[in-house]
């Protein structure tokens, strides 16, 4: 009775201990697994021991409000406010809008130039962001900063005359300007100006805005020449790697090769500077921890519901089974259980 009562417990004890575990698989041990609504995975942590390098530290803004609100995740000690971070090598920012605008009395009344300096690794994503410039009698220009510190500068202008040829859903230089990131870059600076000081067009433009942002999240409409002054910050996407060698060159070394879990695989990021992890085909979980990567449990899945009858999770797999009398792959979607014993089978036993 005693025993079995133990038993009980432990039992108790081993499945608390498992949503424990597989509830924190994604940061390290001990560190801090989110921050408000965010999610930190490793490579990524708010204190030393809980990331990778300095390039994936995250500082909170734990100012003591009454009422509280959630703490807000800041990239390194950046002022770009990270919304979420995937461990498919991308993270979203909240990032800055350079403005300048001229009030009708000829006082200026903003003029605002934005930076944005990434830590080493990090690299502004060239094909989900666009720099963008809005306004009527307006220019944005930037000077970038790829690896290696080469710079170059490039700009976008937009002028119209007339409110009512603004094509809304469009941003090809009526009121509205867009141009690709360059690739491999990590430092921008934004400048927005305007080449008249709106004179002309003051009616309805006085402010010219120049962002990078993630193209999905930005639509041009007439309003927007107006609504953006009130507008501080826009989403853009962020592409992490780790180490500076790639994935052949770090897996000779142990100290600099991320793949940490047994089940993981190194593969190459697009932008070419050193390498990424992610799961073998079967496994789920964090590729950068050791023992992160996790088996699928297939069988336990009620969406998939692979198997016509039983079903036996394996090492990175499942196989279906059929009962005594059938044969087949015993899939829903293959063969499933056929009555009978197999063709195979039968040559085999007749004799
Ligand atoms: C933290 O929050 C306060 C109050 O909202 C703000 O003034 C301050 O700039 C924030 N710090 C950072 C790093 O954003
Ligand atoms: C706006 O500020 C930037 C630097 O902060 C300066 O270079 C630029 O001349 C200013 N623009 C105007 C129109 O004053
Ligand atoms: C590039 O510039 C940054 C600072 O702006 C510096 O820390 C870094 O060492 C430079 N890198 C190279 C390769 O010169
Ligand atoms: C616009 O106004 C600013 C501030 O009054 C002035 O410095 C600048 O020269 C003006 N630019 C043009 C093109 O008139
Ligand atoms: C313009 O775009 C903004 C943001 O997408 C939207 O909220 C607004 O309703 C649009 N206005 C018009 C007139 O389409
Ligand atoms: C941190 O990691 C990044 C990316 O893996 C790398 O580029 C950078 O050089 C590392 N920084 C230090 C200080 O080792
Ligand atoms: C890995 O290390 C071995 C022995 O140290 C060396 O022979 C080999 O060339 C190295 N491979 C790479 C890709 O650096
Ligand atoms: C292995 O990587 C570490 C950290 O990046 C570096 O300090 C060390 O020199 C490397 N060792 C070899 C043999 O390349
Ligand atoms: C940019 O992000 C998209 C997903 O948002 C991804 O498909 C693409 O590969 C990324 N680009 C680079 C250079 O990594
Ligand atoms: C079941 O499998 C589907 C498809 O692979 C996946 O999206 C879903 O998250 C799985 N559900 C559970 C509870 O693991």
Redesign the pocket.
Known sequence: MGLHLHLLQAQLLVSILLILFSRSVSAKPNCMDRRGNVNIPFPFGTREGCYFNESFSVTCNDTNYDPPIPPKPFLTNSALQITSISLEGHLRVLQSISKYCYSRNGIEVINLTRSIELPSGLMINDTANKLIVVGCDSYALVSWKLRENRTYSTGCMSLCDNKDELVDDSCSGLGCCMIPIPKQTWAARVTSDSFDNFTRVSDFSICSYGFIAEESAFTFNASRLSTLRNVEVFPMVIDWAVGEENCEKARNNSSSYACKSKNSKCYKPHHGHGHRCHCQEGYEGNPYLDGGCKD?DECN????NICEKDCKNTAGGFKCLCPKGYHGDGKKDGRGCIRGQSLVLKVATGY
Do not use: A, P, V, Y
Request: charged content about 0%; aromatic content about 0%; glycine content about 0%.
């Open positions: 699928i899945n009620q969406t998939l």
